[in-house]
C-alpha cells in the first residue's frame, strides 16, 4: 500500500496480560522501525528490521518484547506480561533503501494498560 | 544530556508570524528529519536535510553540519501549522534509526 497500516487503533489490556500489535510497511520498503511515544513527546527505538531480518534490536526490552517481520505477512510487535509503564503509543515507520532516508510513520497503535 | 536538544519547549504566535524552532544535536548524523505531529496524534515528516537548505511551501528548513544546529521557519503562521514539531536525527553510528528532541508544541492563535 502507499500508507504504513497499523492495528489495532487502541488496545486495552489489564496488567500482565498479552498484547500484539501489527504492522504494514509501505510496498517496497525493505525497512521497518518500531518506536514508543510515552509521556507526549519521549520517543523511544525499539527495533528495526531490513526485510525479514532484525537490524538493530538494542533498544528493545528483551524480557517481554518480541518482534517479528515475516514474508507476506503484517510486521509484529508483542509484549508478554504487561506492565503499566508499556501503556504509550507504538509507532511503526518504514523507508526504503539508504542510510537516513525519510522514514514514513503509521498512525499509531495506543496501548493502555490498567 | 539529549543528544537532540529543541527550543522552544512551547511557543504561542498570533496568526501571521514568522516562527523559528531550533535544534542542536552532539552526535555525527548522515541526516536530519524535522517532522510534524498533528493533535490527533499521526505524524508526517516535513524535511530530511544532510546539508544547506529545503523550502516546501510556508516551511523553511536549514541545517549547519559544523555547528551541528538545525532551524525550521514557518511564514505568515496560521492556525493549522498548531502541532508539535519534532527534530529527529539519523546517527552515523545508529543503523537508521531515529534519536528523537523532546519536541516543541507550537499554538497559533487567530
Known amino acids: 500500500g502507499e500508507e504504513v497500516a497499523q492495528t489495532p487503533k487502541h488496545l486495552v489490556r489489564g496488567e500482565g496480560q498479552k ?4 504492522c504494514a510497511p509501505i510496498k517496497g520498503h ?3 522501525f518500531w518506536y514508543q ?3 507526549k513527546n519521549e520517543f523511544k527505538f525499539l527495533i528495526s528490521f531490513q526485510n525479514e531480518n532484525v537490524f538493530d534490536e538494542t533498544g528493545m526490552p528483551k524480557e517481554r518484547f518480541s518482534a517479528k517481520c515475516l514474508p507476506n505477512s503484517p510486521c509484529s510487535l508483542e509484549i508478554q506480561a504487561t506492565k503499566l509503564e508499556d501503556s504509550a503509543v507504538y509507532f ?6 539508504r542510510v537516513g532516508e525519510t522514514q514514513y510513520f503509521g498512525p499509531g497503535t495506543r496501548l493502555l494498560v490498567l | 544530556k539529549n543528544e537532540v536538544e529543541q527550543s522552544p519547549q512551547n511557543l504561542t504566535a498570533q ?3 514568522f516562527i523559528t524552532i531550533n535544534c542542536s544535536y552532539s552526535v555525527g548524523i548522515s541526516a536530519l528529519h524535522w517532522l510534524q505531529q498533528h493533535p490527533g496524534g499521526g505524524i508526517v515528516s516535513l524535511f530530511m536535510l544532510s546539508s544547506g537548505k529545503k ?11 559544523q555547528e551541528k544546529h538545525s532551524s525550521l521557519h514557518i511564514t505568515a503562521s496560521h492556525p493549522r501549522d498548531s502541532a508539535v514539531y519534532i ?23 487567530p
Open chain 2, 55 to 65: 523550502k516546501h511551501g510556508r516551511l523553511i528548513a536549514t541545517i549547519n553540519i
Open chain 1, 92 to 97: 511503526c515507520a518504514s523507508s526504503q533503501f
Open chain 1, 37 to 39: 511515544q510515552v509521556l
Open chain 1, 30 to 32: 525493505s525497512y521497518v
Open chain 2, 87 to 109: 527534530c529527529a536525527v539519523s546517527p552515523i553510528q545508529g543503523a537508521q534509526k531515529l534519536v528523537f528532541g523532546q519536541g516543541t508544541r507550537l499554538t497559533i492563535n
Open chain 1, 19 to 22: 498484547a500484539k500489535l501489527y
Open chain 2, 15 to 17: 496568526e501571521g508570524e
